[in-house]
């Protein structure tokens, strides 16, 4: 048997538990920088972890659920639980400036590319 983990949207799709769905992402690359764009609505900053280690981008955390026991749960279209997700980065990532920002719901960890990686106009002679 395969140890799989699947995107919210897919184990929806699929009937799944979605208690440990990763949350989605875009990744995007400019000439300085690359930026990796997570959606966890509902989640708090405390709750979320970040580390670059072996050329791996990690993130983790957990999206709680509220505990209000006085209502009694219908019906959720929403993923609470533990979260993880890697990704291998490119050795031309500046390692000591990398940055993360958490608004509204989405976090963005920009990882800055080292001068020597960035592209370069050749004149012509």
Avoid: C, Q
Wanted: glycine share 4%; aromatic share 10%.
């Amino acid at each position: 048997m395969f140890d799989y983990t699947l995107s919210p949207m897919i184990a929806r799709i699929m009937k799944e538990n979605v208690a440990y769905a990763w949350p989605d992402v875009d990744i995007a690359e400019t000439d300085d920088h690359y930026s990796f764009s997570f959606e966890i609505p509902g989640a708090l900053k405390d709750d979320i972890k970040i580390w670059l280690e072996n050329d791996v981008l990690t993130v983790s955390g957990e999206k709680k659920r509220s505990s209000d026991d006085a209502r009694r749960m219908l019906f959720s279209g929403r993923a609470f639980g533990k979260f993880e997700r890697s990704f291998r980065v490119p050795k031309s990532v500046d390692r000591n400036n990398v940055k993360a920002e958490f608004v509204d719901g989405i976090l963005v960890v920009t990882l800055p590319k080292v001068p020597e990686a960035k592209g370069k106009e050749i004149s012509i002679n």
